[in-house]
Each structure stands twice: as structure tokens, then as C-alpha cells.
């Protein structure tokens, strides 16, 4: 059974015990304030540690992307994806504002409900990843299978080819 720390947010705590998901928390001790930091801190490829961004589009909607390793989101790809006029990564506030989470710490599960998910296919790709714990000292061990199950999420090419 996962141990969940008093500190993680309720939501994700409510979230991750209604739908029994197998996750186990980690606090490493050390800042993680980018891919390589992270991945360096937890000892893994920086192809398993998952980035999850809100995007703001021009009509005031919302997409959620996620990501690993240090590629970047592509845009018009995203745009394609999530049929979105110009989205641009959300501002910290708007961050939490719109999913409860701390920007840098988005966590990929416990998103509010109806808020598009665009999961890129290299992640759909992975059984094992690391992705934000919904604080910014914590991450989640997950199997990517799950985020894209339970955020009914779209999976498409969304990130820049190396």
C-alpha cells in the first residue's frame, strides 16, 4: 500500500486513493528545478522524468501537456493536438489558479476535471517515469499508462525531434 505524506495536496491524496492508482511519493532531499536536476538527484535517464505544463490559449482555455527528458513542447504541435488557437505556457499564478498545483510541482494526476490533457507519445512509451508530486520538494513514481487513463488524455507528437 502507498504511504502518502501529510504534506502532498489533499486533492491529489483524494484523487490517488479513490481510483486505488500505484504510485509511491519522493522527496530527494535536493532542489529539482530542471530535468537534469532531477534526474541527476534520483539517479535515472532524464527520458523518465515527466514535465507537466498548463498552456493558456487565446480563448481563455486551458490544455494540460506533458512531457519528458529535456525536449521542448512544441506548440503548433500542441495547438494541432488540443485544437487550440496559440497556446503559451501559463504564468505561475494561473498555474495553480487553474490546477492546484504549485508551478514546477503539476502533478500529472488530480487535474481538475474536463481539463484537457495532451500526453506526448514518448511518454505513452515509458512503463516507469518520475513526474511532479504536486509540491515542488516531492515527485511521483508512476506508470505513465495511468496518467493517460484516468485523464482520458490525447496522445500525439508534441515535442520537438532531437
Do not use: C, W
Not at 495553480?96 to 481539463?115: I, S
Request: glycine letters at 8%; proline letters at 8%; zero cysteines.
Amino acid at each position: 500500500m502507498t504511504t502518502f505524506p501529510a504534506h502532498a495536496p489533499a486533492q491529489l491524496l483524494a484523487f490517488l486513493r479513490d481510483h486505488a492508482i500505484d504510485v509511491e511519493f519522493i522527496a530527494p532531499g535536493t532542489p529539482m528545478p530542471t530535468v537534469v536536476a532531477a534526474a541527476a538527484a534520483l539517479g535515472v535517464r532524464e527520458e523518465q522524468i515527466l514535465k507537466t505544463v498548463l498552456f493558456a490559449a487565446e480563448d481563455g482555455s486551458y490544455v494540460v501537456a506533458i512531457a519528458n527528458g529535456t525536449r521542448r513542447i512544441n506548440r503548433e504541435r500542441l495547438a494541432r493536438a488540443a485544437n487550440l488557437a496559440r497556446p503559451r505556457a501559463a504564468g505561475p499564478t494561473t498555474v495553480f489558479a487553474v490546477t492546484g498545483y504549485p508551478a514546477g510541482g503539476v502533478a500529472p494526476l488530480g487535474l481538475p476535471a474536463g481539463l484537457p490533457v495532451v500526453v506526448d507519445e514518448r511518454v505513452a512509451a515509458l512503463s516507469l517515469a518520475f513526474a511532479g508530486g504536486g509540491t515542488d520538494d516531492l515527485l511521483l513514481q508512476l506508470n505513465p499508462a495511468d496518467v493517460i487513463q484516468h485523464n482520458n488524455a490525447k496522445v500525439a507528437q508534441i515535442v520537438d525531434e532531437p
